[in-house]
């Protein structure tokens, strides 16, 4: 525990003061200031941690107080141990600028504007489970300072069947810096949470461990160098659009392509990064949702699943004004109407498919390099093909049934206003598995499953 120096009570650091107070003696201190009276310093290669492991899948939460760890932020389960132990001190910090309560007025601001989110997120048993945890981040500093140059040609004649170009040699003098590129470096941390909050470097300081009195530390478990290949392409790339840019060097109109500039990693640095962090976990269905909030800056990023009672509901209140709408407005005729079948047919179809290829891409962590690194002996490959059929026949027939009564060439409205009246409830129908699939998209295994290697047959 940090103690008050002066009634040895605990402290905490308050983002709202910006300074480390001692809730028994309501001192109150600057958290430079302090950092001399618990001997800390640039020399502290290793800090004293307890350290929370989950039996059940294996994430590590670190404490420097002597705050508890009740239960696991990842999964839920109370199966913790600890121990003490020794982690290296990270270089830079970035304080945690808003409270508990402004990132949970933050959350319920952006489920607010969902009406059709579950109750159960809404209930204050809820929100008050979220933390403050920092994230530990690999921080890039990149550059790059020297000449780049292209060759190219222009043809300028073409004389008795032949061209004639001039040639040129655009070159250009490069000072390019990119400080502050950052990634998370906790597998667990998933990459579509931790790249919706972005973190601004201007607030970042050295380490203190006066900042992280009464909040809770991830720990590191991916290489620092993880993210090397995928943080210097967007370095170069965005390097060649500003010099793509200078009108002054012309390539194109000199038949040169931009160069690539050659930005390379300059040096790493870790940093811990605040975050206020909720896992609701469905047990009962092996899932969990989860909504982070940005420590520094209070954007939101969460999964929102859809109540399906509410979607009913909506659904229902929805009908009645397009109900009217539709019979006093113009006459449709009878053979339109397939059409309408066949056209929602075609948008329930690719809605469909687009959500089982972002539910297969999510669950298989594909574009989340940390995760495939720190965790691949188990890998989770599913099997997709019969779900792609199982999704698929309700719009199928769907369609068939307003395109074979379209063409069919009756007289009958009745036939055409039949066929429309099936082919839509099938649309209904398939709507019901976009709602399923829009809630498994928005939720996430618990990860003990995923340690045990995932469900094979999904």
């Given at each position: 525990?940090?103690?008050?120096?002066?009634?040895?009570?605990?402290?905490?650091?308050?983002?709202?003061?910006?300074?480390?107070?001692?809730?028994?003696?309501?001192?109150?201190?600057?958290?430079?200031?302090?950092?001399?009276?618990?001997?800390?310093?640039?020399?502290?290669?290793?800090?004293?941690?307890?350290?929370?492991?989950?039996?059940?899948?294996?994430?590590?939460?670190?404490?420097?107080?002597?705050?508890?760890?009740?239960?696991?932020?990842?999964?839920?389960?109370?199966?913790?141990?600890?121990?003490?132990?020794?982690?290296?001190?990270?270089?830079?910090?970035?304080?945690?600028?808003?409270?508990?309560?402004?990132?949970?007025?933050?959350?319920?601001?952006?489920?607010?504007?969902?009406?059709?989110?579950?109750?159960?997120?809404?209930l204050d048993t809820t929100v008050e489970k979220f933390r403050g945890i920092y994230m530990p981040y690999c921080?890039?500093?990149?550059?790059?300072?020297?000449?780049?140059?292209?060759?190219?040609?222009?043809?300028?004649?073409?004389?008795?069947?032949?061209?004639y170009y001039h040639d040129y040699k655009v070159s250009a003098q490069i000072k390019a810096n990119y400080d502050?590129?950052?990634?998370?470096?906790?597998?667990?941390?998933?990459?579509?949470?931790?790249?919706?909050?972005?973190?601004?470097?201007?607030?970042?300081?050295?380490?203190?461990?006066?900042?992280?009195?009464?909040?809770?530390?991830?720990?590191?478990?991916?290489?620092?160098?993880?993210?090397?290949?995928?943080?210097?392409?967007?370095?170069?790339?965005?390097?060649?659009?500003?010099?793509?840019?200078?009108?002054?060097?012309?390539?194109?109109?000199?038949?040169?392509?931009?160069?690539?500039?050659?930005?390379?990693?300059?040096?790493?640095?870790?940093?811990?990064?605040?975050?206020?962090?909720?896992?609701?976990?469905?047990?009962?269905?092996?899932?969990?949702?989860?909504?982070?909030?940005?420590?520094?800056?209070?954007?939101?990023?969460?999964?929102?699943?859809?109540?399906?009672?509410?979607?009913?509901?909506?659904?229902?209140?929805?009908?009645?004004?397009?109900?009217?709408?539709?019979?006093?407005?113009?006459?449709?005729?009878?053979?339109?109407?397939?059409?309408?079948?066949?056209?929602?047919?075609?948008?329930?179809?690719?809605?469909?498919?687009?959500?089982?290829?972002?539910?297969?891409?999510?669950?298989?962590?594909?574009d989340d390099k940390g995760y495939q690194i720190a965790s691949d002996d188990r890998k989770v490959k599913m099997?997709?093909?019969?779900?792609?059929?199982?999704?698929?026949?309700?719009?199928?027939?769907?369609?068939?049934?307003?395109?074979?009564?379209?063409?069919?060439?009756?007289?009958?409205?009745?036939?055409?206003?039949?066929?429309?009246?099936?082919?839509?409830?099938?649309?209904?129908?398939?709507?019901?598995?976009?709602?399923?699939?829009?809630?498994?998209?928005?939720?996430?295994?618990?990860?003990?499953?995923?340690?045990?290697?995932?469900?094979?047959?999904?």
């Amino acid at each position: 525990m940090i103690k008050c120096p002066n009634c040895g009570g605990e402290t905490k650091y308050n983002p709202k003061e910006k300074k480390v107070t001692c809730d028994y003696c309501n001192s109150k201190f600057e958290p430079k200031e302090l950092r001399t009276i618990i001997n800390l310093s640039k020399e502290v290669k290793k800090l004293d941690a307890t350290s929370y492991t989950c039996s059940q899948c294996g994430a590590t939460l670190l404490v420097f107080d002597d705050t508890a760890i009740t239960f696991c932020n990842y999964c839920g389960s109370n199966a913790l141990v600890n121990e003490k132990m020794k982690v290296n001190n990270p270089d830079y910090i970035i304080p945690f600028k808003i409270t508990k309560e402004e990132a949970i007025k933050a959350y319920r601001r952006k489920i607010g504007r969902s009406l059709l989110v579950p109750r159960s997120f809404k209930l204050d048993t809820t929100v008050e489970k979220f933390r403050g945890i920092y994230m530990p981040y690999c921080i890039y500093d990149m550059g790059y300072e020297g000449d780049v140059s292209s060759r190219g040609s222009v043809k300028y004649l073409h004389l008795f069947g032949y061209d004639y170009y001039h040639d040129y040699k655009v070159s250009a003098q490069i000072k390019a810096n990119y400080d502050g590129f950052s990634y998370d470096l906790a597998s667990k941390f998933y990459d579509k949470y931790s790249m919706a909050l972005p973190f601004q470097y201007k607030d970042v300081e050295e380490f203190n461990l006066n900042y992280m009195s009464g909040y809770y530390a991830d720990s590191k478990d991916i290489d620092i160098d993880t993210y090397d290949t995928q943080i210097t392409k967007i370095a170069r790339n965005d390097a060649r659009n500003e010099l793509s840019k200078k009108r002054s060097l012309k390539f194109a109109s000199h038949g040169c392509v931009v160069p690539t500039v050659p930005v390379s990693i300059e040096n790493r640095k870790i940093g811990m990064f605040p975050v206020y962090f909720l896992a609701m976990v469905n047990k009962d269905k092996d899932i969990v949702h989860y909504a982070v909030v940005n420590g520094q800056t209070g954007k939101v990023a969460m999964d929102m699943p859809i109540d399906y009672k509410k979607y009913i509901l909506l659904s229902l209140l929805l009908a009645v004004p397009a109900y009217f709408l539709i019979s006093t407005g113009p006459l449709v005729q009878p053979k339109t109407v397939t059409f309408i079948g066949m056209l929602f047919s075609v948008m329930s179809l690719f809605l469909s498919n687009s959500q089982l290829d972002a539910i297969k891409r999510d669950r298989e962590h594909l574009d989340d390099k940390g995760y495939q690194i720190a965790s691949d002996d188990r890998k989770v490959k599913m099997k997709f093909t019969e779900r792609y059929i199982k999704h698929n026949w309700k719009q199928t027939i769907s369609f068939l049934i307003s395109f074979l009564a379209a063409v069919s060439g009756t007289i009958e409205d009745t036939v055409y206003y039949g066929a429309a009246i099936l082919s839509l409830l099938f649309v209904l129908w398939a709507f019901h598995d976009l709602v399923i699939e829009h809630n498994e998209l928005s939720s996430s295994k618990l990860p003990q499953l995923e340690k045990r290697g995932g469900d094979e047959n999904a």
